[in-house]
């Protein structure tokens, strides 16, 4: 599968790639350069709007906008507002946490995890549509990548710095998930897990930071394609594009030395692949 290079974006760290099907836009963030930004893929035109804390997760909202999860906790936002509308930091008494990645369920519910740079000392919540928040899992270290299998049975989830997928056993009614498991142990020197995305066939795709590529498991964890990028750091991919098989894969220059940069310009950048699988629609949170 060929990678092609769509935007010279130049993030910091790019981030929650997200395809808008009633815009036919690719939305994504620059965590640590504080804005949201869209793309239309076909005019090429690029837009990037700046906020006021950083925001490591939007998702798609049913009233219009984005539901949010960043530096400042839940909140709710709206392309050219540069104010998010904050709602709860279940963290707030952690200075250096942060929220990282998350993803809407098929009930509308919003997932979101944080995460910081020493220990494990994060978690994973939900904010159900009513905006309650429930802790779902502690003593994480950086809770990355989630989704979903198509017959919603089974959640997975990714503990970067344990170099993990996990799954769980998934209630779609309820939201609660049990019988944690590994579903993928990666080795340290093949990649961090970061952001993930699952193909209407069941397969989860994962972006691997500092591997330099994005690989495809198959049901059973087994690796059946591996993408190689012309970027060592990609941090997450979603499905996009007029029949969701455009993969779009953000990446990060944060934290490359200047002897990298040099060796890798693309760091930053923007991707597509063009697959010969589809991805599903996101939902939209309900709340």
Not at 165 to 186: A, E, K, T
Request: glycine content about 12%.
């Amino acid at each position: 599968m060929e990678v092609k290079h769509l935007l010279n974006s130049q993030n910091i760290l790019g981030e929650g790639p997200l395809w808008h099907g009633e815009e036919q836009i690719l939305y994504w963030v620059d965590i640590t350069g504080k804005t949201v930004n869209r793309m239309d893929p076909k005019t090429g035109k690029h837009e990037s709007f700046p906020v006021d804390s950083q925001v490591g997760v939007i998702a798609l909202r049913e009233k219009g906008g984005f539901v949010t999860a960043g530096a400042r906790g839940f909140g709710f936002w709206a392309p050219g507002q540069e104010k998010i509308t904050y709602l709860e930091d279940p963290e707030a008494d952690k200075p250096h946490s942060r929220f990282n990645d998350g993803k809407v369920d098929r009930k509308g519910r919003f997932w979101a995890g944080t995460m910081t740079h020493q220990g494990a000392v994060s978690a994973l919540y939900r904010m159900d549509v009513d905006l309650s928040i429930h802790t779902i899992e502690r003593g994480l270290t950086i809770s990355n990548g989630i989704g979903w299998r198509p017959d919603n049975q089974v959640m997975y989830f990714v503990d970067s710095l344990r170099y993990v997928i996990y799954q769980y056993d998934f209630d779609l009614q309820s939201g609660d998930v049990s019988n944690r498991r590994v579903f993928v142990q990666l080795s340290e020197d093949y990649g961090v897990p970061d952001g993930l995305t699952v193909d209407g066939d069941g397969f989860i795709w994962c972006a691997l930071y500092g591997g330099s590529k994005v690989t495809r498991f198959d049901p059973e964890g087994e690796i059946v394609t591996e993408i190689n990028l012309p970027v060592s750091q990609p941090t997450s991919c979603a499905f996009g594009g007029a029949d969701f098989s455009e993969l779009f894969v953000t990446s990060a220059r944060e934290g490359l030395s200047e002897a990298a940069l040099q060796s890798e310009p693309l760091a930053g950048d923007l991707f597509v692949i063009q697959t010969d699988v589809q991805g599903r629609p996101e939902p939209k949170f309900g709340g």
